[in-house]
Structures are given as structure tokens and as C-alpha cells.
């Protein structure tokens, strides 16, 4: 089970965290991924993590404002948003995969949070 907290209204320019907490299996055998899904649009890719923490793969979109991290005695993972842009807007979801590849398609996870929405006012 994977459950996200952390979204919410932000202006232009602010930060949110964003935190994704799992229960059930071996946290540290699955890749952690998020992505996000804006009213009308497909469901994209933001970024993953390996099993280990010690790889991350991020989005151009996002690469250099967004931060992925876990920490697997805790069973989270977390996504540190700066700079957020009204473009950013949408609900966040963290997924996960029992794999040793890291995909950065939503097909290929296996496991889904509810999603939380984040939203950014210009």
C-alpha cells in the first residue's frame, strides 16, 4: 500500500514536499516512481529512484527544481519540489515496482497511491 501526503496550494516561486509511505513488502526491493496527471492530459513521468537511493531519473520538466529521495528504514520516499510553476499543477502519484530497472512509464509500475493534488497560482 502506498499513501502520499504532502500536496497542497503553493504560489509561483514556492516549495512543497511531497511524501509517499509504503506498507506490505521489502521497501527496499522495489524502484519508487512519481508521476503526475493534469486535467486532460496523459499521465507523465516526474521522477524515480532506484531500490537502493543512489540513482535518480527526473523529467527535463522538472530536472533541476525537483528532488527525489527515500529512505528505505522508513519505507518513504520523498519529492522535494522548488521553483514550482502553475505548470507543475496536478495530482502527484507515487507508484512502485518490485524490478532492478528503473521504467519511467506508468505501464510498468505496479502499485499505486491515491494521489495528492498540488497546485501552483500564478
Known amino acids: 500500500q502506498l499513501v502520499e501526503s504532502g500536496g497542497g496550494l503553493v504560489q509561483a516561486g514556492g516549495s512543497l514536499r511531497l511524501s509517499c509511505a509504503a506498507s506490505?513488502?521489502?521497501?527496499?526491493?522495489?524502484?519508487m516512481g512519481w508521476f503526475r496527471q493534469a486535467p486532460g492530459k496523459d499521465r507523465e513521468f516526474v521522477a524515480a529512484?532506484?531500490?537502493?537511493?543512489?540513482?535518480?531519473y527526473y523529467a527535463d520538466s522538472v530536472k533541476g527544481r525537483f528532488t527525489l529521495s527515500r529512505d528505505n528504514a522508513k519505507n518513504t520516499v520523498n519529492l522535494q519540489m522548488n521553483s514550482l510553476k502553475p505548470e507543475d499543477t496536478a495530482v502527484y502519484y507515487c507508484?512502485?515496482?518490485?524490478?532492478?530497472?528503473?521504467?519511467?512509464?506508468?505501464?510498468?509500475?505496479?502499485?499505486w497511491g491515491q494521489g495528492t493534488q498540488v497546485t501552483v497560482s500564478s
Open positions: 507508484a512502485a515496482k518490485r524490478s532492478i530497472y528503473v521504467p519511467s512509464t506508468s505501464s510498468e509500475y505496479n502499485y
Open positions: 506490505g513488502g521489502t521497501f527496499s526491493n522495489y524502484v
Open positions: 529512484i532506484t531500490r537502493s537511493g543512489g540513482t535518480t
